[in-house]
Nanobody
Framework: VQLQASGGGLVQAGGSLRLSCAAS????????MGWFRQAPGKEREFVSA????????DYADTVAGRFTISRDNAKNTVYLQMNSLKPEDTAVYYC?????????????WGKGTQVTVSS
């Protein structure tokens, strides 16, 4: 499975961005998919995940209520809608795929996309 993330950029605090991650490979739709992020000088941390069916979602406490994850299996794509962005959301965001719970069972990583939130 190969993962290609896009949609990062520079936004002011309070603004919104939508990240996309396109998966390729015939088994891509079998996996849970989601997002992790890594800020400078910090460890990579879990952000959000969605089950292979799209019915179950998981969020880190720091983003719950502001971020929404979804997937379109017809397009093998997962989305992360990020609203009410804060400067502390600044990080490189990585797409991931694996088994449930994704926060502990990542099998595939994509290259990151930079998100910068200015104050």
């Amino acid at each position: 499975v190969q993962l290609q993330a896009s949609g990062g950029g520079l936004v002011q605090a309070g603004g919104s961005l939508r990240l996309s991650c396109a998966a390729s490979g015939r088994t891509a739709s079998w996996y849970d998919m989601g997002w992790f992020r890594q800020a400078p000088g910090k460890e990579r941390e879990f952000v959000s995940a969605v089950s292979w069916s799209g019915r179950n979602t998981d969020y880190a406490d720091t983003v719950a209520g502001r971020f929404t994850i979804s997937r379109d299996n017809a397009k093998n794509t997962v989305y992360l809608q990020m609203n009410s962005l804060k400067p502390e959301d600044t990080a490189v965001y990585y797409c991931a795929a694996g088994d449930s719970p994704l926060r502990r069972r990542v099998h595939y990583w994509g290259k990151g996309t930079q998100v910068t939130v200015s104050s």
